[in-house]
């Protein structure tokens, strides 16, 4: 038995999906019935757009979604899940695989979540910054000492922390961060402020979005992102879900949690970014990749 994990934003790469989609018919019905359903061509992005084009949110999340997905559907027969876990966006592809949200469903609701976070952030500019080499504490302390927006966002593993906000903001709390003795604090190449208050706009777009969706009861639980803990209650992964936007990614304290929650064996789909950051959790875990 194993958890199954699914990576977010970030994890894109260009002609992701094409050698799936050229040698697998079930694949491609997935791609197909993703571009009917989308109103656009992202297959054809993903296969054939540049880096810059897969970089929009609007395209990057449903193609993250759509790869992650029709990987673990060509795969699903090869391993006993115990639970799922996707790092933010990836979150909605762990619910469709446990059961919680059908294909189509997971795929609008991505396709919503990434234009309402595409807006809010054309509407508030901020960006995001990675701090490597420091306890979360300080990097928390270092966020609360600034007068602009500036959160703890993405709890990758220990000594990674990824922070949000204002672009003012921001290049403040790197400029502390380095005084602190941070091994690395560097200004990602992003065009939003992602699990901030500055993503308040979309959360409620979302919410509305989600509140008419249907989420079946799973037979194994999701460890979502806002708490780390696992979940099979569709009202309480509903508000769970819509709180992510602006709310922190509890990786770490998610991984923390499987492993004493007893479980050694875990499958990424898609991508190697939550392996390595398992890794840096213990390294005497099994972690493989599809």
């Known amino acids: 038995m194993a958890i199954l994990l699914f990576p977010g934003q970030g994890s894109q790469t260009p002609g992701m999906g094409k050698e799936m989609y050229e040698s697998n018919s079930q694949a491609k019905e997935w791609f197909d019935k993703a571009d009917e359903i989308l109103g656009f061509g992202l297959s054809k992005t993903m296969f054939d757009g ?33 639970g799922v876990a996707g790092h933010s966006l990836g979150e909605l592809t762990a619910l469709c695989a446990n059961g919680t949200l059908s294909f189509e469903d997971g795929l609008r609701l991505v396709s919503k979540r990434a234009n309402a976070m595409q807006k809010a952030c054309n509407n508030n500019e901020g960006t995001m910054a990675a701090i490597l080499g420091l306890e979360d504490d300080q990097v928390e302390s270092i966020c609360n000492g600034i007068e602009d927006i500036v959160v703890a966002a993405n709890y990758n593993c220990p000594g990674q922390l990824v922070i949000s906000g204002s672009v003012s903001g921001i290049n403040k709390a790197v400029d502390v961060a380095k005084e602190k003795g941070a091994r690395r604090a560097l200004v990602l190449n992003v065009n939003g402020a992602f699990h901030s208050p500055l993503m308040e706009e979309a959360k409620v777009e979302l919410e509305e979005a989600i509140s008419k969706t249907n989420f079946i009861t799973p037979d194994i639980p999701v460890y979502q992102n806002v708490n780390g803990l696992p979940e099979t209650d569709p009202e309480k ?42 890794r840096r959790v213990d390294r005497s875990l099994n972690v493989s990749q599809v």
Do not use: C, R
């Not at 540049?50 to 391993?79: C, G, H, I, M, R």
């Not at 602006?246 to 939550?274: C, R």
């Open 237 to 278: 992964i509903k508000s769970n879900l819509i709180a992510q936007l602006t709310s922190p990614v509890k990786w770490t304290q998610s991984m923390q949690n499987m492993v004493a929650d007893g479980h050694t064996d875990f499958i990424e789909y898609g991508a190697k970014v939550l392996s390595g950051f398992l």
């Open 50 to 82: 540049t880096e810059d084009e897969l970089k929009q949110t609007s395209v990057t999340q449903p193609a993250v979604f759509l790869n992650s997905f029709v990987k673990y559907s060509l795969n699903q027969n090869d391993v006993v899940a115990s």
